[in-house]
């Protein structure tokens, strides 16, 4: 067997597969061979441009770089796999040598079972193709890096020809492909369609008529540049290269998947725009988003840059396995990351190497190692409206301010709380009131079952007569400590009532008898709070976890969370008695757990707590499961078969004697009595503490104080708004290569590290996020700043240089332009990653200034206009149509930033909202609220893409649904109903006028007397129309909530309205010529 | 500078359209197959993927009745008196073999069986079992080809009906009727090739519309949503005020003016625009008209129940899915919501049934009288099955039921399926699949033989990877077919 090839069918073949017969050369194939023969007097073939395309999309899905799945042993990906010998004195190729290469046998091999590829398989080389194969063999097969994967070259000339039409270098490369493609330049585009082309591009709003007479008047020599400076510097071209990044951050202001609710994650999209108003260098910008809470000192706004990482849908549907979304969502953050920056698919290596690139699944898992270091939940809680961990508390200067001063005070009660206990007044005290033979009962008990007394479900609370504690009867009595206890199911809960209700500053405590059956990953004896997962955990818990006491108070697990536990575990099968009690600091420091009366040896799980713990509500805002309960949770696994006897809670922190004592002493006795000869036992330090805790006023005074203070601040940081982000946990969490990307399927462990086949991460840097955004912007980086120019040029041009923007991998397209990318791309990092200098590069080149009519001979030679020979015609994207309307119409609102906005779409997509009133109508598209389920049936109508995932480019097509839109919305009839009223006032009601002045602005140029005569004669029978039918005309003024015409008569403002609307409906309207 | 190698991002501005036209040897009618005619697109597209089918196929179009939510298999065709006979012991662990629960019931101290409290009868020829709350559908046993072995990896809804649909539980990828739009275009100029009808009344899982979303494919694939309301396509109808007269003129005025543009300037652009604005003039005729059940007879009416007057209910959805079948729409897909029985699943299961029962076999009754099930293929399924034990608390009388991967039954009818048949055999307890499992991926590849599509050949490059339905799994069951 020499190599063995499986059919794309999915059978495998195997077998010597060439027979002497296959060796005889058909007669056809000689011909071919001549003509290739032909061929190869040209120019040598370029491995990169002529055949890796072939071999990429042909035969590397069988014999590329996946090592793993290879369906063969023979590979082509590389020179030395291609030569090897195969054995049996067989060799895929011999480089120079036609005859001895089985390759050029098999593919031009007549049985169709030997023929590669499979005829089955969809890949059929085409004579052409099999002729450059040959070719290249013959040409001693040289392979070469894909380009893409070749560092920008340090420096990169521009070619020097005699022009008298180029007007900067970009233009000196494109003159260069006009030579070579035997093709000539369009002419240039009037200045109209110039300045409108410009001013959509760059700010995505049509030019005013006064800009345009004012362009056209100018005959300075510096009239473009001043135009491209005006739109430049202008707020709305921060909203549309906003806009065009939205798509690629995959921006939505709700969490997608099943629930979809909204979320708040519009700072972040603020936070673009004014890095766009700041003109921030491109390479700032995208290490801040990656990386900006790893920037020494970060600043709010390098935090929430980050917030980029966590646009990926996040998933709200109780059931699903957390981790398995968790996984989900860093795959998410490594795809984008890939995608965006490197133009690279990661997708196919998170289940096997990539078959066409240099990409292994080790690539992928170590690459997809730097996202995963953050406490994020694979589910959003369903009952509480915490926002997913990590997330940034969004704070201004004055709050800061605040949160300093309230910081400071608690800082002050804690100094003063000592202070007191210090005191000498207080040992006085303390003295005087042992001679007093004090007598105390347990002051602060909040609830005490003691499970002897059972009325059907009812079970007494000695603090609480009237308020018995609840617990189905299926929950067992059965012989306790003292009296009965109670054994429960593990799914039956105890519920306490008007107990346990404390936030974090408060503190409290709780004592109990278990008796556990088992040991078991996670044992519930109390909470508080709406469940585990679909709750985010929110509230307080007491667990055994593996038999190890543990406590915890949460805002949303696992990143903003408190949780002590025990080093050991408690015995199975035994009675322990258990103390928690909590000092309401909010730190791990505060907690305390005692067994058997003695304190346990603890460790710190978590200690970031920062919100509250009590606001368990369903998306509609109902109040769930907030009563204490014990021995079942929510969604958690309960105390399955353990036992429960004497359970109390305090609504202080109490004291080390006190936990003693609840041990040693029967619950009903009093905790001190008299004679004090019965204290005997005490040791003198605790009983003192014991006195400042319950019984000397100034400490309980102090302490109160303190706690107000507490409540003051964190009442101040519960009201600040929270956005998802990225806060790097101190230690790397431990990555596998999961196998065929399962997240239950771990492999060989990996480490943080960039694709084997990129440049090498650099020594230097941390081995995190910030480590990895310094090596992507290193200035040589071979894809960072080329996919970047790329992109943009694609903004620009309409279609990109590398047509496949998300694709620089093998099985993209080479760029059409090799030089000017790697040209475009070393200028733009020289000039500090400038937007403003590469953009203005683009949009004053005579390239760019060319008609969308272009040379009849040339647009027939290069149909595809691959040599830019002309402008495309690229059509308006969905949300520059909604904007020309409105911006031409007067109602367009300019406000930048702040919460997304309902338009009158949003009542008519999948999931109908009630559309805004006043001016959320009528503000820039990009601020349309984006519900990834049910997006704005308009941007979805003219082919914005879902934002599901980041996606580089949008497909424009053309459906009939499209004029639907314009004819019929009611965003653009009111459009041209305000419109036409302001012009026929301003007309006085000339009908030329009014179509004259509308066709202008909302094309940017006059039109010629038969389009006015065409649109006049629409005018007069719209006219006639609403003359026969008066009542239409006040029923179409009535579209949308802009106040109603006061224009004198209705019908010949009703004529307007549909005048004005066809002329949007018009193709210079909606395309950029 | 060569043309690179199929990537389809050619210019759709290269040539006239009429010369490109003429060049594939075909007027506006060949064009027109590409669905939802995409003038500018269509142009690049070169029409649908496929020019015919791979091989000829049995069925022309697809009705899928989805029951979302997840029936319970065994209240309904899978009969296992079993659960029974062992209702209220405890799931043996031999059963379960520890495979994953959903986070719902994982935590559960007990997992109860709970046998079925409906009746089981067998019917027709075929003996299929029915549970007694489908007594309508026993009518149509015989048409029927049943599996009772799907199986799926998803344990939860969104996962769980977007793999249905899409073939991945991740969002993103085109869905069935997409793929479908895009290889086979339609054959019908003025309605989309892909039609969404769901529920007027949304209760239980919700729908998200990526079910019906074309992922990758170009957005014209998008399933188009009919909606029970007055603009069943989003802005179908003239703004108050505009009559139709009025915007024939303005149609006309507009294609006025521009074939007075394209007279100064040849432009395929702007001939495809005009193109574009005639066809949507004509979906706003015949959307409505389709939409009209005026012209049905008592007699059909009453064949799909009370329901059937009332827009938005299964039954009027299955009635609309048949009239968009005549008019030779190729995919309907039908949404049914609320199978999603996690507590009282007795009364889940007898109000699904009592919504779905009637109107599911009423339209098979309908395509025959109209010798339309031939070429018609029904399917009528969810996206998984539901737990032999209980979730939550479990009485004589009342269970939940959680949701279950594992194994789940599908019905099919018409268009070339195995009439009568049973595919594949569960275990007494309903938790395993003992012989013939079919995964989601081969019940895909089986409905695309069935419209005559090889799935393997069906492909479309995206991100430099070629994607199909299937992925790079799915055989077809060939016991499935007639």
């Known amino acids: ?1073 | 500078m060569k043309n690179p190698l199929c990537t389809g991002y050619e210019s759709p501005f290269g040539m006239s359209r009429r010369s490109f036209l003429n060049q594939l040897g075909m007027g506006l009618g060949g064009l027109a197959l590409g669905s939802m005619v995409n003038p500018l697109k269509a142009v690049t597209d070169r029409g649908p993927a496929l020019s015919g089918t791979h091989f000829p196929g049995t069925a022309k179009r697809i009705i899928y009745l989805f029951q979302s939510g997840g029936p319970s298999q065994m209240d309904l065709f899978d009969y296992k008196p079993r659960l029974n006979q062992e209702h209220g012991e405890e799931l043996p662990d031999s059963v379960r073999r520890g495979q994953r629960l959903t986070g719902m019931s994982t935590s559960q101290a007990s997992f109860p069986l709970a046998g079925t409290p409906f009746e089981f009868k067998q019917h027709g020829e075929s003996g299929a079992w029915f549970s007694e709350t489908l007594p309508h559908m026993t009518s149509i046993a015989d048409k029927m080809c049943f599996v009772k072995t799907m199986y799926t990896e998803a344990i939860n809804h969104g996962p769980g009906v977007t793999m249905m649909m899409s073939g991945s539980q991740i969002p993103g990828r085109p869905t069935v009727g997409s793929w479908l739009s895009y290889g086979l275009g339609s054959p019908n100029e003025n309605l989309p090739s892909y039609i969404v009808l769901t529920p007027k009344v949304q209760k239980g899982q919700p729908l998200t519309s990526r079910y019906w979303g074309s992922g990758f494919l170009p957005g014209r694939h998008d399933g188009v949503r009919f909606r029970p309301e007055k603009d069943a396509v989003l802005y179908l109808n003239n703004p108050d005020g505009v009559s139709r007269l009025s915007r024939r003129k303005t149609i006309d005025h507009l294609k006025e003016l521009h074939e007075y543009q394209v007279s100064k300037q040849s432009d395929p652009v702007l001939e495809s625009q005009i193109e574009q604005y005639e066809m949507a003039f004509r979906m706003q005729t015949s959307v409505p008209e389709v939409s009209d059940i005026r012209g049905e007879s008592k007699a059909t009416l009453k064949l799909y129940g009370d329901d059937v007057a009332e827009p938005g209910t299964f039954a009027a959805n299955c009635l609309l899915a048949r009239r968009l079948a005549e008019r030779e729409v190729p995919f309907v897909q039908v949404f049914h919501m609320g199978w999603d029985a996690h507590s009282d699943c007795p009364g889940n299961v007898r109000s699904n049934s009592e919504k779905t029962d009637q109107a599911s076999a009423a339209l098979i009754k309908d395509l025959e009288s109209r010798g339309m099930l031939d070429d018609t293929l029904v399917i009528w399924g969810g996206e998984f099955g539901r737990t032999n034990y209980c979730q939550g608390k479990i009485t004589e009388t009342n269970f939940g039921r959680d949701h279950h991967p594992r194994c789940f039954t599908i019905w099919m009818a018409g268009g070339g399926v195995n009439p009568g048949y049973t595919h594949g055999v569960t275990d007494d307890y309903c938790y395993n699949i003992e012989a013939d499992g079919v995964h989601v991926h081969d019940f895909h590849a089986t409905m695309m033989h069935l419209l005559g599509i090889d799935h393997e050949r069906l492909t479309y490059k995206y991100q430099g990877r070629h994607f199909r339905l299937t992925d790079v799994h799915g055989h077809v069951v060939k016991e499935l077919l007639a």
Not at chain 1, 17 to 31: E, G
Not at chain 1, 598 to 614: F, G, R, S
């Open chain 1, 1 to 1073: 067997m020499i190599f063995s090839i499986q059919g794309y069918a999915g059978q495998w073949r195997y077998g010597c597969l060439l027979s002497m017969k296959s060796r005889i050369v058909p007669s056809l194939i000689l011909v071919n061979l001549m003509t290739s023969s032909l061929i190869a007097e040209k120019a040598p073939l370029s491995f990169n441009e002529d055949i890796r395309p072939i071999l990429s999309d042909r035969c590397f899905r069988c014999h590329g770089p996946g090592a793993e799945n290879q369906r063969s042993e023979f590979r082509l990906d590389t020179r030395e796999h291609a030569t090897a010998d195969l054995g049996d004195g067989f060799f895929g190729i011999v480089p120079g040598n036609l005859e001895e290469s089985d390759l050029h046998w098999r593919i031009w091999d007549e049985e169709e079972e030997d023929r590669m590829p499979p005829p089955d398989s969809n890949l059929a080389l085409s004579d052409e193709e099999r002729k450059l194969l040959d070719r290249w063999i013959e040409e001693g097969a040289p392979y070469d890096t894909h380009w893409s994967f070749k560092p920008l070259p340090k420096s990169v000339d521009a070619p020097s020809r005699e022009s008298t039409w180029a007007r900067n270098e970009l233009d000196q490369f494109i003159e260069e492909s006009f030579a070579s493609q035997g093709v000539v330049p369009a002419e240039e585009s009037s200045r109209e369609k110039w300045l409108r082309r410009v001013s959509f591009d760059l700010t995505g709003l049509p030019p005013t008529v006064p800009e345009i007479e004012a362009f056209l008047t100018d005959e300075s020599e510096q009239a473009f540049e001043k135009v491209v400076d005006r739109l430049l510097a202008s707020d709305a071209y921060a909203e549309r290269m906003t806009s065009e990044w939205l798509d690629v951050a995959r921006y939505s202001d709700s969490n997608g998947y099943q629930r979809d609710h909204e979320r708040r994650v519009w700072p972040w999209r603020d936070w673009v725009i004014q890095s766009f108003q700041e003109n921030m260098p491109y390479e700032e910008f995208v290490a801040t988003q990656l990386a900006g809470d790893l920037f020494p000192d970060a600043t709010q706004d390098q935090v929430l840059a980050t917030a980029f990482n966590r646009l990926h849908g996040h998933l709200m549907e109780g059931g699903i396995v957390p981790e398995e979304y968790r996984v989900e969502y860093v795959a998410d953050r490594t795809h984008t990351f890939g995608s965006a920056f490197l133009g690279l698919t990661m997708e196919c290596a998170r289940c096997h190497d990539h078959k066409y690139d240099p990409l292994t699944m080790e690539d992928y898992y170590s690459l997809s190692s730097f996202f995963a270091n953050i406490e994020e939940a694979g589910l959003i809680a369903y009952f509480s409206f915490a926002v997913p961990t990590p997330a940034l508390a969004i704070s201004d200067e004055k709050t800061d301010k605040t949160l300093e001063k309230t910081q400071k005070k608690i800082d002050a009660k804690a100094a003063e709380l000592k202070g007191v206990e210090a005191a000498p007044q207080a040992k006085a005290a303390f003295e005087k009131w042992l001679v007093s033979k004090p007598r105390l009962d347990w002051p602060g008990r909040e609830a005490w079952i003691s499970f002897d007394e059972r009325e059907g479900e009812n079970f007494a609370n000695a603090v609480a007569p009237d308020l018995p504690a609840i617990s189905p009867e299926i929950n067992k009595l059965v012989p306790g400590v003292y009296g009965n206890a109670l054994q429960f199911t593990g799914d039956d809960k105890m519920e306490v009532f008007d107990a346990g209700h404390f936030s974090r500053e408060h503190p409290f405590s709780a004592s109990v008898w278990v008796r556990p059956n088992q040991h078991a990953p996670r044992e519930s004896i109390f909470s508080r709070g709406g469940g585990a997962d679909d709750a985010a955990s929110m509230g307080y818990e007491f667990m055994l976890m593996d038999g190890k006491p543990t406590a915890s108070w949460i805002h949303f697990w696992p990143g903003n969370a408190m949780r002590v536990r025990a080093k050991e575990p408690i015995p199975a099968g035994e009675w322990s008695h258990l103390v928690v009690s909590y000092d309401g600091s909010a730190k791990a420091y505060g907690v305390k757990i005692f067994l058997n009366g003695e304190p346990m040896e603890l460790e710190t799980v978590k200690d970031h707590l920062t919100k509250e713990i009590t606001s368990w509500q369903t998306p509609g805002r109902q109040r769930v499961r907030e009563h204490l309960v014990l021995g079942e949770r929510y969604r958690d696994r309960g105390f399955v078969k353990g036992r429960m006897d004497e359970f109390q809670m305090f609504d202080r922190e109490i004291s080390e004697l006190e936990a003693r004592k609840l041990y040693h002493m029967k619950p009903d006795s009093p905790l001190l009595g008299t004679p004090l000869e019965e204290m005997a036992d005490l040791e003198p330090g605790d009983l003192y503490s014991h006195f400042l805790a319950t019984a000397y006023l100034p400490t309980m005074k102090a302490r109160a104080e303190l706690q107000s203070a507490r409540a003051e601040r964190n009442r101040i940081m519960d009201g600040l708004e929270a956005i998802s982000v990225m806060r790097e946990t101190e230690d790397p969490r431990p990555a596998y290569i999961l196998n065929r990307g399962a997240y239950d399927a771990r492999g060989e462990e990996v480490t943080a590290n960039t694709p084997s086949a990129l440049p090498a991460f650099p020594e230097d840097q941390p081995r995190n996020r910030l480590g990895l955004a310094r090596w992507l912007t290193d200035p040589n980086h071979p894809l960072t700043a080329r996919v970047a120019v790329n992109r943009y040029w694609q903004m620009i041009f309409g279609v990109a240089l590398v047509r496949t923007p998300e694709d620089f991998g093998s099985q993209g397209s080479n760029p059409t332009h090799p030089e000017l990318l790697d040209w475009l791309a070393r200028d733009f990092v020289n000039h500090g990653w400038d937007l403003h200098h590469l953009l203005r590069q683009m949009v004053l080149s005579a390239t760019y200034r060319q008609s969308t009519f272009g040379d009849l001979a040339s647009t027939e030679k290069d149909p595809e206009n691959l040599s830019f020979c002309r402008s495309n015609p690229n059509r308006l994207a969905a949300e520059m149509i909604r904007d020309n309307a409105l911006a031409v119409s007067g109602l367009l609102d300019d406000d930048i930033g702040g919460p997304p906005v309902k338009p009158y779409e949003v009542a008519a997509s999948f999931k109908p909202m009630e559309p805004d009133e006043g001016e959320g109508l009528y503000r820039r598209s990009l601020y349309t609220l984006w519900k990834r389920n049910s997006p704005a049936p308009m941007m979805v109508a003219f082919d914005a893409p879902k934002r599901d995932i980041c996606s580089l480019k949008r497909e424009p097509t053309a459906s009939p649904l499209q004029p639907l839109v314009i004819l019929n919305g009611p965003q653009f009839v009111e459009a041209a109903r305000v419109f036409g009223e302001k012009l026929l006032a301003k007309h006085r009601g000339d009908r030329t006028a009014v179509i004259e002045d509308a066709f202008h602005q909302l094309t940017s140029r006059k039109p010629d007397p038969e389009e006015v005569e065409i649109l006049g004669n629409l005018y007069e029978a719209q006219r006639q129309e609403f003359d026969a039918n008066p009542a239409d005309a006040n029923a179409l003024l009535k579209v949308g909530y802009a106040p109603i015409s006061l224009y004198e008569n209705p019908r010949e403002h009703a004529a307007a309205t549909v005048v004005i609307n066809a002329i949007m409906n018009m193709n210079e309207s909606l395309i950029e010529r």
